[in-house]
């Protein structure tokens, strides 16, 4: 059964900082590519980041680049998001999603129809 499970979210001022974690199982992590994606009340579901199952190849929406960073440790099952310089606009849950197919680059990352599961999301709350 194939499980994320994110954390790690939280009511912050503007300009903190916080680190998402998104735990894995029931797949073999270290061959699926990874992303972040988030919702805010009343939108829809957007891109955040996407790193491909090796490690390499992040991306970032244009809202989020300079301030965040994704990374992956393979040997945990885990994927981490580290936000940096929190905005109110990003007030949003944020899920972590599995890639449908393995060892995907970084084609098609912002779509997500290209992701088969999802966790069940972690709340970040940024005041001004």
């Known amino acids: 059964q194939v499980q994320l499970v994110e954390s790690g979210g939280g009511f912050v001022q503007a300009g903190d900082s916080l680190r998402l974690s998104c735990a894995a199982s029931?797949?073999?992590?270290?061959?699926?590519?990874m992303a972040w994606f988030r919702q805010a009340p009343g939108k829809e579901r957007a891109f955040v980041s996407h790193?491909?199952?090796?490690?390499?190849?992040?991306h970032y929406a244009d809202s989020v680049k300079g301030r965040v960073t994704i990374s992956r440790d393979n040997a945990k099952n885990t994927l981490y998001l580290q936000m940096n310089s929190l905005k109110p606009e990003d007030t949003a849950v944020y899920y972590c999603?599995?890639?449908?197919?393995?060892?995907?680059?970084?084609?098609?990352?912002?779509?997500?129809?290209?992701?088969?599961?999802w966790g069940q999301g972690t709340q970040v709350t940024v005041s001004s």
């Open positions: 999603a599995k890639r449908r197919q393995v060892y995907v680059h970084g084609i098609k990352y912002e779509y997500p129809t290209e992701y088969d599961y």
């Open positions: 029931g797949i073999a992590f270290s061959m699926y590519s």
């Open positions: 790193i491909s199952w090796n490690g390499g190849s992040p």
